[in-house]
């Protein structure tokens, strides 16, 4: 009888995969997903990240009941093989579930291949075209005043770009702290209004350009809660101010309409973070809905795609802007600033300052440094895990249920988080 799980061909060395894990940690509360990969070569592992933080104990079974076992014996080199096996034995494809578990294999395996080869992840795709990673953080606060004030700190830590989020009305509010209870008199007391939101703004932005240095690059999320028509109106509102972007003005839902809201907006459109195919965020470039795509690229599926992604975007004038906050772990930030340093298509790379309990649980974890990340020189991604450390800050269930659950109109209709 054939194993159909063995190799398919002679390898070109004699190195076998033993075991694939998942291993999870919260060192910032935040839960954390990274895949390991050993090989019978003593001391040859790789490290990958998977963390899909809202549903992560579905990722962990998936590798660890699924994944494994098509993996293990098979010769670590064939990364492109080894990750569309995983992919089609599924056989109902995509989703970020799968795609974080793809993508934990894929960066791992990544990271075998640099350490066999004694050179970056980076040198692997063809090396330099720029030394560092310029990135953003992001800035908020309950007032105005209180985000200018936020947004002078960062920058005098040397950040150049800098995204500006100011608290709305309701319990659902984005990027800073909630302001309960403003609508006494509506069904849901703490809801979220997007003409409310429409109308603070452009108000924080007018202050943002009378009190920040010119040569600020300026950013705001949206995340996701516009009609198109709001979209156009918000973006005609902000011409003025000069915005570097203005991130995920509709929900994917309505992505269809992207195309004539970028055609309408003068401000740039950035979307992509819900992204969780290859094939949606290829539709974002190709079909001109957006000016920098923004997926989180272990729900697409790892490094190999998201490489793919980027030469594309490449050949369609688009530009990266890699998602990177908290819930990506420092594996996946290697990963986001490895293709950052490679690709020509690179617009701006957002960035998370990691706590040193994370640091402790990943050393090497890179460090943002007068706002530029610079990779790794060690071969591989230069980043290991001591599972000790990672053991002391265990996964828990994702807050963001709660949260989620709460962003709602002041009728009380569930609003997109």
Same mark, same amino acid.
């Given at each position: 009888m054939?194993?159909?799980?063995? %190799? ?5 060395? %004699?190195?076998?995969?033993t075991?694939?894990?998942a ?6 509360g ?5 895949v =390991?990969?050993?090989?019978?070569v003593p001391?040859?592992y790789?490290?990958?990240c998977?963390?899909?933080?809202q549903?992560?104990?579905?990722v962990?079974?998936?590798v660890?009941e699924h994944v494994s =076992? ?5 010769y670590p ?6 990750t569309?096996?995983?992919g089609f034995?599924?056989?109902w494809r995509?989703?970020p579930?799968?795609? %974080?578990a793809?993508?934990g294999?894929d960066?791992?395996?990544? $990271?075998?291949?640099?350490k ?5 992840v980076?040198?692997?795709?063809g090396?330099?075209v720029?030394a560092?990673?310029d990135?953003?953080?992001h800035?908020?606060?309950s ?6 004030e936020?947004a ?5 830590r040397?950040?150049r770009?800098?995204r ?8 659902g509010?984005?990027g800073?702290?909630?302001l ?12 979220w209004?997007?003409r409310?939101y429409l109308?603070?703004v452009?108000?924080?932005f ?20 516009l ?5 156009i ?5 902000l011409?003025?101010y000069?915005?570097?972007?203005l991130e995920?003005?509709l929900?994917?839902?309505?992505w ?5 809201? =970028?055609?309408a907006s ?7 973070e819900?992204?969780t195919?290859m094939t949606?965020?290829?539709?974002l470039? =190709?079909?001109g809905?957006?000016?920098l795509i923004?997926s989180?690229i272990?729900?697409?599926?790892g490094?190999?795609?998201?490489r793919?992604?980027a030469?594309l975007a490449?050949?369609c004038?688009?530009?990266?802007a890699w998602?990177?906050p908290g819930?990506t ?6 990963? %986001?600033?490895?293709?950052?340093v490679s690709s020509p298509?690179f617009?701006?790379?957002e960035?998370h300052?990691?706590?040193?309990a994370?640091?402790?649980v990943f050393p090497g974890?890179?460090?943002i440094e007068?706002?530029?990340l610079?990779?790794n020189?060690?071969?591989g991604w230069g980043i290991?895990i $001591? ?8 996964a828990e269930l994702?807050?963001h249920?709660?949260?989620a659950?709460?962003a709602?109109?002041? $009728?009380g209709?569930l609003?997109a988080?």
């Amino acid at each position: 009888m054939i194993d159909t799980f063995a %190799n398919p061909w002679p390898p070109r060395e %004699n190195i076998k995969i033993t075991s694939v894990r998942a291993i999870t940690t919260a060192p910032e509360g935040t839960a954390l997903v990274v895949v =390991r990969i050993d090989t019978d070569v003593p001391g040859l592992y790789g490290l990958g990240c998977a963390t899909f933080t809202q549903r992560w104990k579905a990722v962990q079974t998936y590798v660890d009941e699924h994944v494994s =076992r098509l993996l293990v014996g098979r010769y670590p080199g064939d990364i492109s093989d080894l990750t569309r096996l995983i992919g089609f034995t599924a056989y109902w494809r995509g989703g970020p579930i799968t795609n %974080n578990a793809i993508s934990g294999v894929d960066q791992a395996l990544w $990271d075998i291949a640099g350490k066999r080869a004694g050179l970056p992840v980076y040198e692997l795709l063809g090396g330099k075209v720029r030394a560092k990673a310029d990135t953003y953080l992001h800035a908020s606060g309950s007032t105005i005043d209180a985000t200018i004030e936020h947004a002078h700190q960062l920058i005098d830590r040397g950040q150049r770009y800098v995204r500006l989020q100011i608290s709305t009305p309701g319990g659902g509010g984005y990027g800073a702290p909630a302001l309960p209870g403003e609508y006494p008199e509506a069904p849901y007391p703490n809801g979220w209004s997007a003409r409310d939101y429409l109308r603070r703004v452009p108000e924080l932005f007018a202050t943002a350009r009378r009190e920040l240095p010119d040569n600020i690059e300026l950013l705001h999320d949206v995340h996701s809660r516009l009609t198109p028509k709001e979209a156009i109106w918000l973006a005609r509102a902000l011409e003025d101010y000069r915005l570097f972007f203005l991130e995920d003005v509709l929900a994917p839902e309505l992505w269809d309409r992207l195309p004539e809201v =970028r055609a309408a907006s003068p401000v740039p459109i950035a979307v992509g973070e819900l992204t969780t195919s290859m094939t949606d965020a290829v539709h974002l470039v =190709r079909d001109g809905g957006v000016d920098l795509i923004r997926s989180h690229i272990s729900d697409i599926g790892g490094l190999t795609p998201a490489r793919k992604l980027a030469e594309l975007a490449e050949l369609c004038g688009v530009r990266t802007a890699w998602h990177g906050p908290g819930d990506t772990s420092p594996i996946g930030a290697a990963a %986001n600033v490895a293709l950052d340093v490679s690709s020509p298509a690179f617009g701006i790379q957002e960035g998370h300052v990691y706590n040193d309990a994370t640091h402790q649980v990943f050393p090497g974890t890179l460090r943002i440094e007068q706002g530029w990340l610079t990779p790794n020189d060690a071969p591989g991604w230069g980043i290991d895990i $001591d599972e000790d450390a990672a053991a002391r800050f265990p996964a828990e269930l994702s807050g963001h249920d709660a949260w989620a659950a709460g962003a709602r109109r002041p $009728d009380g209709t569930l609003e997109a988080p």
